[in-house]
């Protein structure tokens, strides 16, 4: 039977990822670390099995008497206001909490990190290749995220290339979905919050930035195919996402529409803004044939809706505009 970790695990991906593992016969054990920085206890609270275990620590602290055949490296903030306000702790949690965490791989055991389509940062090709190599300004606002998961990557591949490290790497596009935080920040779950409260929803710029938006549940199962699931051969790094990519601004009308009497309204534009982002998926479609994200838009924001009108008690944290300036 396997040891299995999750850092991060009570996150907002973590969470579904963590729902997959324990449908497996084959895991004896699934430890969770997270800090509850920016995950929440409630996103495990549904489940039952004795083989889960909560550890509540920073990551870069985390010991344990055992070692594990599978790491799952998730714990980061990802939405640029959280990360935004504390840099050096995103900073700590990708590469600091990678090389904790890889004293606690078993040897040969398998290390997988969710990694980001900000190493693309702001991309001058479009759709982006997993060999494009970026647009990332290592001295500006978003790049503690940028540039940690664009070190933890190297950590990885370069253990890979001297120590023969077992790794899987995946790059993750805007994805949403149920168990993001009422105060998350990102686009469509402040849209929702904001509109479900009455509030104008907030677009930063002219909005015709555009990104491409995967709901978690088609996401995940390309994590769980590509982590263990199918047999490939395949390290990464992955990009996994839709390829569908729509414009800030759309979202938002549309999101309007289905609460009848929301407004919307334009704020400042957010410093490096990316002005696109979308997945060239051709390795995806070798590497994992058939998968995509089969949730059209429309229908994965109102999933998502539904989710926060059930989630969302009344006086909760206030979601209008938790930019970072
Ligand atoms: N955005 C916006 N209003 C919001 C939140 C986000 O206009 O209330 C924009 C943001 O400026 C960006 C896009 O939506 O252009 C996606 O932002 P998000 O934070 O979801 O993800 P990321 O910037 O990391 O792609």
Redesign the pocket.
Same mark, same amino acid.
């Given at each position: 039977m396997k040891n299995i970790l999750v850092a991060g695990g009570c996150g907002f991906i973590g969470s579904h990822l963590c729902d997959h593992l324990l449908q497996r016969s084959d895991v004896g054990l699934c430890v969770v670390v997270d800090n509850l920085w920016t995950g929440r206890k409630e996103n495990l609270a549904h489940v039952q099995d004795p083989r889960l275990k909560i550890v509540v620590t920073d990551v870069e602290a985390f010991q344990s008497d055992v070692l594990f055949d599978e790491v799952y490296h998730l714990a980061s903030p990802? @939405? /640029? /206001?959280w990360y935004m306000t504390e840099p050096k702790r995103t900073i700590s949690a990708n590469l600091l909490g990678a090389m904790r965490l890889l004293h606690l791989l078993k040897p040969g055991g398998q290390f997988a990190f969710t990694s980001t @389509?900000?190493v693309y940062g702001d991309p001058l090709v479009s759709p982006q290749p997993e060999s494009y190599r970026g647009s990332v300004d290592c001295t500006g606002p978003r790049s503690s995220y940028d540039e940690s998961k664009r070190c933890t990557e190297s950590l990885l591949f370069e253990m890979r290339r001297t120590e023969k490290l077992n790794v899987r790497v995946v790059r993750l596009f805007?994805v *949403?979905g149920p168990r993001t935080r009422p105060d998350d920040? $990102?686009? &469509?779950s402040?849209?929702i919050t904001?509109a479900l409260a009455g509030k104008p #929803?907030? #677009? *930063?710029?002219d909005?015709m930035?555009s $990104?491409s938006w995967g709901y978690v549940d088609d996401i995940v199962e390309g994590l769980a195919r590509f982590f263990w699931r199918d047999q490939h051969g395949y390290d990464g790094p992955l990009n996994v996402g839709n390829e569908r990519e729509i414009p &800030?601004i759309e979202v938002?009308r549309h999101i309007a529409q289905l609460v009848p009497g929301t407004t919307l309204v334009h $704020?400042d /534009? &957010?410093p490096q803004? /990316?002005t696109n982002?979308r997945p060239d998926l051709t390795i995806a479609r070798k590497v994992l044939p058939g998968w995509e994200c089969r949730i059209p838009y429309e229908l994965g924001v109102q999933l998502n809706l539904e989710w926060f009108k059930d989630h969302l008690k009344a006086g909760g944290p206030d979601q209008q505009?938790? $930019?970072v300036a």
């Open positions: 990802a @939405s /640029p /206001p @389509s900000e805007n *949403y920040g $990102r686009a &469509v402040n849209f904001q #929803i907030t #677009i *930063y710029g909005g930035q $990104r &800030v938002a $704020r /534009p &957010v803004d /990316p982002r505009d938790v $930019r």
